[in-house]
């Protein structure tokens, strides 16, 4: 059977890899169309050996696909994620617009794939943040061993995270800099170029700031536990793509270093590189980088905490941050749903 599927977006950063993910994996596509806005209609871009014409999402009529993956932004999927769910077109959203309701379901497939059953309420399923995504994958195995208490993360976050603007600002400012030529910062605060900037999104009223509340929000709801204390700090870093993530938890029961390397082995979608040698750890550039694997490496025993755990976890926020986990969640509906 194939179905229909509409991008949206898909001229983004986030769509084009969805375009490749799609092809990577055999989608049983039927009729695609390639959706964005009016500067882009007429654009062509190739899809598994035939060019398609992007067309304008304004005047798109749903009723021709049952599948619709966005990645437009938040504002443009608040308008037509509605409108095509109410074609008939099933929308598995990647922007913030919907995750936090509580009639929609957000999902990672290899944590709480069943969830996705929820869809039919409004016709919508959110995709999680990427930084989310990645410390889930990693950490499910863990609290379903022995129940998680607590986790305190820090990231680093790939400036592909922001979008293609993004990706040009790293690249005009190493240039600049590197020719001793002046920069002005234009899509970040502050200078991205051999910098960290310990901000991602805007502020909260609570001083942190909204991806790092994202990563908080997002793990009660994804693991259906409003127990469970997250306490982030997001920090964008000059990396083109891959997130990385400094995580510390804290177990329920006790659990070694040892038996925590054997269940993320044995974890599907989870790749582990855990050597103490030089090297022997996952990189965002080496490892993750255009690869759909969550890497975790430094697996080893809080020396400060009696049953503390602490893990550093890759993936590449582009593809298991975004379009491969909205691909997944397109394979489950169309393996149990549609
Ligand atoms: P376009 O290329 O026509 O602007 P990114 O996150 O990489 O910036 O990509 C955003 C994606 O969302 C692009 O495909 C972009 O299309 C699309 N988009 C942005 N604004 C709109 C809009 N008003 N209507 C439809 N698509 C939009
Ligand atoms: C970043 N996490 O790296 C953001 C990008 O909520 O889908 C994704 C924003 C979102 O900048």
């Known amino acids: 059977k194939k179905y229909n599927v509409a991008v949206v977006g898909a001229t983004g950063a986030v769509g084009e890899t969805i375009l490749k993910v799609l092809e990577e994996r055999s989608f049983p596509?039927?009729?695609?169309?390639?959706?964005?806005?009016?500067?882009?209609?007429?654009?062509?871009?190739?899809?598994?050996?035939?060019?398609?014409?992007?067309?304008?999402?304004?005047t798109f009529d749903f009723s021709k696909a049952q599948i619709g993956l966005f990645s437009p932004g938040a504002s443009i999927s608040a308008v037509y994620a509605p409108k095509a769910a109410a074609a008939g077109c099933v929308v598995v959203d990647n922007t913030s617009q919907f995750?936090?309701?509580?009639?929609?379901?957000l999902v990672v497939p290899e944590v709480n794939p069943g969830?996705?059953?929820?869809?039919?309420?409004?016709?919508i399923i959110a995709n999680p943040n990427c930084s989310t995504i990645q410390m889930m994958v990693a950490l499910k195995p863990i609290y379903d061993a022995v129940g998680i208490e607590r986790i305190n993360v820090a990231t680093y976050q790939a400036v592909s995270g922001t979008g293609k603007e993004a990706i040009e600002e790293l690249v005009t400012q190493t240039a600049n800099l590197l020719n001793l030529k002046p920069i002005k910062p234009e899509v970040y605060p502050k200078q991205i170029a051999f910098n960290c900037i310990p901000q991602i999104d805007v502020f909260m009223d609570n001083g942190y700031t909204k991806e790092e509340m994202k990563m908080v929000w997002e793990t009660k709801k994804i693991l259906a536990d409003e127990t469970v204390l997250v306490n982030p700090t997001a920090v964008r870093v000059p990396v083109f793509y891959g997130h990385s993530e400094a995580i510390h938890i804290e177990t329920k029961a006790k659990i070694s270093a040892a038996q925590v390397r054997e269940l993320l082995i044995k974890?599907?979608?989870v790749v582990v590189i855990d050597e103490h040698k030089d090297g022997g750890y996952p990189t965002a550039v080496s490892d993750a980088a255009d690869t759909n694997p969550v890497y975790v490496g430094r697996i080893r025993e809080d020396i400060s905490c009696e049953k503390g755990i602490n893990l550093w976890v890759v993936a590449d926020n582009v593809r298991k941050g975004a379009a491969t986990n909205t691909v997944q969640i397109a394979e489950l509906l169309i393996a149990h749903h549609l």
């Not at 169309?33 to 882009?40: D, E, F, T």
């Not at 969830?115 to 016709?123: E, I, L, N, Q, S």
């Open 29 to 58: 596509i039927g009729d695609l169309y390639l959706l964005a806005s009016a500067r882009s209609a007429g654009k062509r871009i190739e899809f598994n050996g035939q060019w398609h014409t992007v067309e304008d999402l304004e």
């Open 99 to 105: 995750r936090y309701d509580d009639d929609i379901p």
């Open 115 to 123: 969830a996705v059953a929820g869809y039919k309420t409004r016709g």
């Open 267 to 269: 974890t599907e979608g």
